[in-house]
């Protein structure tokens, strides 16, 4: 089939790039031409395991192609998704400025029937607004063309990007025209084998559908890091807990692990953004907000151990941190607890040596001018004569360091683990003060 993608971000090159890989003929467009010409010459904008191989091998083999030409990507495909970004506004709500740009270019320039598919995280209500959109510009035209807009959001996560969209738990598909089913069946045919996934419903819940998995999975998390402060108060250990209410299969392991907050381009705007449509209905959505100050308060709980340990004055203290990006296999730092910690730190004084093991380039754009940050090539350099480590992301490489030589490059035998990577009590034996999330029961908190 077919298909146009409308954005190059994330969620469009991933779907883009497997949908031309099980063979659909895909036309990408973007108003950045640099990033249009990168693409062509195999340089891929973000960092996502198997991404870059997929889309080299699709635009040698013809079936992926990169342009600005909106027109002539309007002509290419019966298939016109919507992938550009839907930044937060000032007040929280997503700004659909975009989104409806792209509405009112496909309306411009169609002359045959389209699928107008909405893979954007948009507001629900955004394919009504979509639609009128194309209606107007249409009726300016002058011309009566046949089109359907359908909601079919997108669940994949960062760092495992490329194996969701190949293999997704679930194809949510909103529509209100059930001829279009029969086209979307063919599209996704590819990765609907063996048993259905495809969900059908109307638009305004398919759109809702997204914003509630989202914000639940942003509750779970949330949840348990209030517990996990209860647990650091009680004497009780939360990893022992998060096993204990884990195997409960109505709860399950997963999104139970707590830390130092949720970051990211999605968890973080979905949630403001369903609170703002809340609050625009009249309804005070009460399990949202707090979902979203737990969040807060966690981000400056490492802070917060630093203060206690070191006092508020920090002028003079290195800190040695491992972990930049928002969570591991990404090296997007969007939202990053990482990033509240270092400014927390700088705030009070202190010089961060800090290493990711992919997010250096994105810190040296976010950071770069700094003189109070080094940027260190290897963990280990980057504990040199620091006077304590502080893990923000628990990448693999972090989780069985060499703690003979952490203790001999530091000045102080001090831990803050925003990620609950190691056994307390081994840690104290080896003679470390080890500061982690929620586990009153062994841990050194004064
Ligand atoms: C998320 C959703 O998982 C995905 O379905 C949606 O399409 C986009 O948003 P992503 O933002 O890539 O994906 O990251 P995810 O793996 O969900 O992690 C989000 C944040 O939650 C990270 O900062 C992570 O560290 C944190 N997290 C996750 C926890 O603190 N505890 C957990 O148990 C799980």
Known sequence: MKVTVFGIGYVGLVQAAV??????????????????????????????????????KNYEEGRLQFSTDAEMGVHHGEMQFIAVGTPPDEDGSADLKYVTAVARTIAQHMTSHKVVLDKSTVPVGTADRVRSVMEETLKERGVEIPFDVVSNPEFLKEGAAVSDCMRPERIVIGTDNDDVVDLLRE??????????????????????????????????????????????????DIE?????????????????????????????????????????????PRILQAVEEVNHDQKLKLPEFISRHFGEDLKGKTFALWGLSFKPNTDDMREASSRVLMEALWERGAQVQAYDPEAMDETQRIYGHRSDLKLMGTKEAALQDADALVICTEWQSFRAPDFDSIKKSLKQPVIFDGRNLYDPERLSKRGFVYYAIGRGASINIA
């Open 19 to 56: 949908l031309a890989e099980v063979g659909h003929d895909v036309m990408c467009i973007d108003v950045d031409a640099k990033k249009v010409e990168n693409l062509k010459n195999g340089v891929i904008p973000i960092f996502e395991p198997g991404l870059t191989p997929l889309v080299k």
């Open 187 to 236: 599209l996704y045919e590819p990765f609907n084998r063996n048993h259905d996934r495809m969900i059908l419903m109307d638009i305004r819940s398919a759109e809702l559908t997204k914003y509630a998995a989202n914000c639940m999975l942003a509750t779970k998390i949330s949840f348990m890091n209030e517990i996990s402060n209860l647990a650091e108060r009680l004497g009780a």
């Open 240 to 284: 022992k807990v998060r096993m204990g209410i884990g195997s409960d299969s109505r709860i399950g392991y997963s999104f139970i692990y707590p830390g130092c907050g949720y970051g990211g381009s999605c968890f973080p705007k979905d949630v403001q953004a369903l609170i703002r449509t809340a609050q625009q209905i009249g309804y005070t």
